[in-house]
Each structure stands twice: as C-alpha cells, then as structure tokens.
C-alpha cells in the first residue's frame, strides 16, 4: 500500500495538471456516480490527507480516493498513449483542455460535499505531512494503549496518519526495537524521539522517486524487502515475518542482532522457508 510520501507525489501531479482548469470531462465509473457530471467546473485543489486524496471541485465537491495496494492515478497530455492498464481497470477520467487524470484500480471512489469530508478523512490521526501534524497528539494517541505492539500502532491510522509497512520496519530498526514490542515498554525519550523521527523520514523522501533512510546511495533501506540479506550495521541475516490479526498480509522486517524486543516464533514464510 502506498504510504504517505508517495500518495503526497501522487496529489502534487494531480494538483499541478488539474488545480485552476475547468473540467472538460468528466467520468466516475463506479455505479453510485455514473450520472455525476462535473464537467464545467473548476477543479480547486488536489490535497493529501494521509494515504487519502481529496480533490476539490468548484461547488462545494470533493472526489475522494484511495490507492490502497493497486491504485493509481495517471496524467495524460493530449495524444498520449493511455498506459495504466486495461480499459476495464480505469475508474475515473478528469479532463481539461491540456491534461487528462486517469485513475486506475481505484478502491475507493466516492464523490461528497467538501463540507462532509470528515465522513471519509476525520478518524484519521495527526498527518505526517500535513498542516495538522502534532507530534504531541500523534505520540498521545500512539501511547494509548501500552499493551500494543508498536508496528501495529504505527500502522494504525488513527494514531498517526500516512506510515506504511515500510516505515514501519524502519522506523524500529532506527530506534533499535522489533516491531513486536509493547509501546508501554518505550522510554519517554525514545517514544518523543519516534515522532521526530518519522516526520524527518517522510519529508525527506516526498520529493525522492526513490525511497531512502539510510542516507547510502549503494543501499536504500536497511530492512525492508531485505529478507535473508545482511544487517547493514552487523552482518545477521534480516528476518521477516507477518504481524497481526492474519487478516491482511503485513510483511514485518527486522535485525535480531540490533534490535531488541519480542519476536515472532519461527515459522513458514514466503520465498524463505523458515526465519532463522
């Protein structure tokens, strides 16, 4: 699922192609909107709220989308070769005179007054990259329940809004615990350390194509998608496993040498065989 850093990428190029044109064209491709036409207004604004896009239409609308896993939102000049996939894929169409936004494989598509745009966005918490981060409220909501483990309260969007898997697993191979260890074990200073961290993260990668954390051009990441590699610091083999209910999959990277907490028992894991 794409995180924050790059749902923000993604609602740059739609803002810069669609904010201050009127709309040509106009196609929701979701039964509930199929008659809905926008054509003749003004798009306003493209804005991210944490791995949401809300783009704002003249007359007091918003289109609200979701990327989840598959999604994407394409932009065409006129005479372009539409390249996101298969027609049947496509689930929205943006038009002006000059550019086309095509949005592909789209989960969530719905179509609200901006007034009501607490209905989609308002459960979420505090946003990374947004005008209303709070580290203070972030770590608050994080910190609520002791007891969790703190990769699943990371990921918890109600806690804080736009980290993904891959934040996640970095953000605690920087902080030197595994991501199953209980919020309530961290120390006041590594928790207030945790939120300044994971702000610096995601405003260093929103301009980069290329995800980065370790600061190494030879080596993006230190243990995300590094399964059986080793640690950059020393050498163990990364481990991964799944964390959570099991009801989605969750793919949780991690040093056993550097980082110290809880972990899961060893088990099958795909492409591994078993974490050792």
């Known amino acids: 699922m794409p995180e924050g850093d790059t749902v ?19 196609d929701l491709r979701v039964p509930k909107y199929a008659l809905s036409d926008l054509t003749g207004r003004t798009v306003l604004d493209v804005t991210p709220r944490g791995k949401h896009l809300l783009t704002r239409i003249e007359g007091g609308l918003t289109l609200h989308s979701h990327l989840r896993m598959d999604g994407s939102w394409k932009i065409y000049a006129p005479g372009d070769r539409w390249s996101g ?31 009501d745009e607490d209905r989609a966005v308002g459960h979420l918490g505090p946003d990374l990259l947004g005008p209303d981060w709070d ?37 605690c191979f920087l902080l030197h615990v595994t991501p199953w260890v209980p919020v309530g074990r961290l120390s006041d200073e590594y928790a207030a350390h945790l939120m300044t961290l994971s702000k610096k993260l995601l405003d260093a990668n929103r301009e980069r194509s290329n995800r980065i954390t370790t600061g190494r051009r030879d080596q993006n990441l230190y243990v995300y998608g590094r399964a059986g590699r080793p640690c950059l610091r020393c050498g163990t083999r990364i481990r991964v496993a ?3 209910d099991g009801s989605r999959e969750r793919p949780t990277y991690w040093c056993p040498t550097c980082q110290q907490g809880p972990t899961p028992q060893p088990g099958p894991v795909a492409g591994l065989g078993r974490t050792r």
Not at 8 to 23: E, F, N, P, S
Not at 97 to 103: D, F, I, L, M, S
Not at 146 to 168: C, F, T
């Open 8 to 26: 923000w990428q993604a609602t740059k190029r739609l803002h810069d192609a669609l904010a201050g044109h009127v709309l040509t064209r106009s």
């Open 85 to 115: 996939g298969p027609g049947h894929q496509i689930r929205a169409i943006l038009g002006t005179e000059e550019r086309t936004a095509v949005g592909y494989r789209l989960p969530v598509l719905e179509l609200l007054h901006t007034a």
């Open 135 to 171: 580290p203070d409220q972030a770590l608050a909501n994080v910190r609520r329940d002791p007891d969790r483990a703190l990769g699943e309260a990371l990921l918890d969007q109600r806690n804080l809004a736009g980290i993904g898997n891959v934040y996640k697993s970095e953000l």
């Open 242 to 244: 799944n964390q959570g």
